[in-house]
């Protein structure tokens, strides 16, 4: 899974949405991210098509949203997303949110049937807290591979990450920008000043040396090349020990259904 992926949670703009997508894969972007629930799947597989990169070189993850989540509902619901994609599977298939209709035994059998028909290469979880995480490993036959969360230097989540370093799952960051707010940290703009970066590139680095992978959100070629050239980053052990010492707990997303 590369480290650095394109999200495109609220890019609801079709033309938008396919450029985004197509000029990302083509400045270099191999991770791309979408949902059910962003209602631009089919324009997500537009910018796939149209870009000139060939479809087996990109890690395409969708995700099952919490109304769709009893058996039958995550099969129908993810061939109608491969439908929408245009593509013959997905390498990451997440559960969306561990609410509304998900139940775990159930839910994760039909995760593993997707895996055993080759509709999707890896079952992912998303925003489970530690005791969710544990129960899906012990349920789910084919594993979780990822849990997608909220994380970004306002919300360390490093309880959750010890949890899934334990059960060998990787971490996905979504909202990895803090929804803009990291433009606002002193220690952040310090940091980026020292080496000639942005914000969004200094926390983008910060989460690479986490071992995390990062999908913010740009619809703009300038902010989706500003987010690639993060990638070039290395921050020093200083830089790293100041954004860890940052003691803010700002969660961005927190709807009513959340399991936290």
Sequence with gaps: ????????????????????????????????DTAQAYENEAEVGEGIAAADVD???????????????????????????????GVDYVDLLYVHWPSREYDAEETL???DELVERGLTKRVGIS???????????????????????????????????EVCAEEDIEIVAYSPLARGNVFDVDVLSDIAEKHD???????????????VT??????????????????????????VAAIDAIETEERCIDPDFAPW
């Design 1 to 32: 899974m590369p480290m650095l992926g394109l999200g495109t949670w609220q890019n609801t703009n079709a033309d938008e949405c396919r450029n985004a997508v197509q000029t990302a894969l083509e400045m270099g972007y191999r991770h791309i």
């Design 197 to 211: 970066a942005s914000e969004a590139q200094v926390s983008l680095a910060w989460l690479r040396e986490k071992g």
């Design 55 to 85: 479809r087996d070189e990109v890690f395409l993850a969708t995700k099952v949203w919490a109304d769709k989540l009893s058996h039958d509902d995550v099969i129908e619901s993810t061939e109608e997303s491969l439908e929408k994609l």
């Design 109 to 111: 059998a039909a995760f």
């Design 214 to 239: 990062a999908i913010p959100k740009a619809t703009s070629e300038g902010h989706i090349r500003d987010n690639w050239e993060s990638l070039a980053l290395d921050l020093d052990d200083e830089d």
């Design 127 to 161: 925003n489970f807290e530690p005791e969710q995480v544990r129960e899906a490993v012990e349920l789910s036959e084919s594993g979780a591979f990822a849990n997608q969360i909220e994380m970004h230097p306002l919300l360390q989540q490093e309880e959750l990450r």
